[in-house]
């Protein structure tokens, strides 16, 4: 991402008439760069997937702002809470400004809460390989460009990171993609929230321009790929947080 458009995303903590100025100045640019090539395709399900153990469990996820991630799995039936943040790195760097850098070691993420009875980890996975994002791209989504915006999966235990790795090997060896994909499995990492004016984002700004340009598709492309996983109302942030 190049700095002045980094800029139009921190604007959105403040004033609206600031955001809306922003979404002017800015929105032919959106508009015109390419977005990601391989995502919103059909793929194989896992073929090893983690047993359904309990009625809570959580996957952590990178795959380029963090914005339309969440979005998307807000919309899966069976996930309780999508909240983005970032991992990867320490707690003192788990800052937007400074994880901006590039140099932190995080990467822009969701921490997903779902019900194993009700969709499992695998399908978790086939959904982000499949619309959340394009795996194939290293170190960038679309117009975002940085380590921060990598493809990675932080997995919570050894039976994600198995499940996760045998994932990548199988649609790397059915040739799913055009190129090789380029997701990291990076274990042992903390997740730590993002601020609070990222929460919910997509929901809140579905005309900002980022965000009609790059996630929109993905809610359509979820929607249509998983239309047994599709719910059309989003689990919130702020009403998981009104709940507790």
């Known amino acids: 991402m190049t ?3 980094s800029e139009v995303r921190k604007i959105a903590s403040g004033p609206a008439f600031w955001l809306l100025a922003a979404a002017a100045a800015f929105g032919t640019w959106a508009l015109t760069t390419p977005s ?5 395709i059909k793929i194989p399900a896992p073929m090893l997937d983690a047993p359904a153990q309990g009625n809570s469990a959580v996957a952590v996820l990178a795959g380029g702002c963090f914005w339309g991630v969440q979005g998307v799995f807000q919309h899966v039936e069976g996930v309780t809470n ?7 790195g320490d707690k003192q760097t788990a800052k937007y400004n400074v994880v901006g850098s590039g140099s932190t070691g995080h990467a822009e ?3 997903i809460t779902f019900d194993p009875q009700k969709i499992s980890y695998g399908r978790i996975l086939q959904i982000y390989f499949s619309v959340a994002h394009d795996p194939t791209e290293l170190n960038r989504q679309g117009p975002d460009t940085g380590t921060q915006y990598r493809s990675t ?3 919570a235990d050894a039976e994600q990171a198995k499940v996760a790795k045998a994932y990548v090997a199988q649609l790397d060896k059915a040739k799913v993609f055009d190129a ?3 997701t990291t499995i990076e274990p042992g990492h903390a997740f730590y929230k993002a601020e ?4 919910d984002f997509l929901t809140l700004n579905p005309t900002y321009p980022y965000i009609v340009y790059n996630d929109l598709p993905k809610i359509e492309n979820l929607k249509r790929l998983f239309p047994d996983r599709y719910r059309s109302d989003p689990v919130l942030v702020s009403e998981a947080k009104a709940s507790n």
């Open 180 to 182: 090789t994909i380029a």
């Open 196 to 199: 609070d004016y990222h929460q």
């Open 3 to 5: 700095r002045e458009f």
């Open 36 to 40: 990601a090539a391989q995502e919103g």
């Open 109 to 111: 993420s969701v921490r």
């Open 153 to 155: 999966i932080f997995p």
């Open 82 to 88: 999508a909240v983005s943040g970032y991992a990867g």
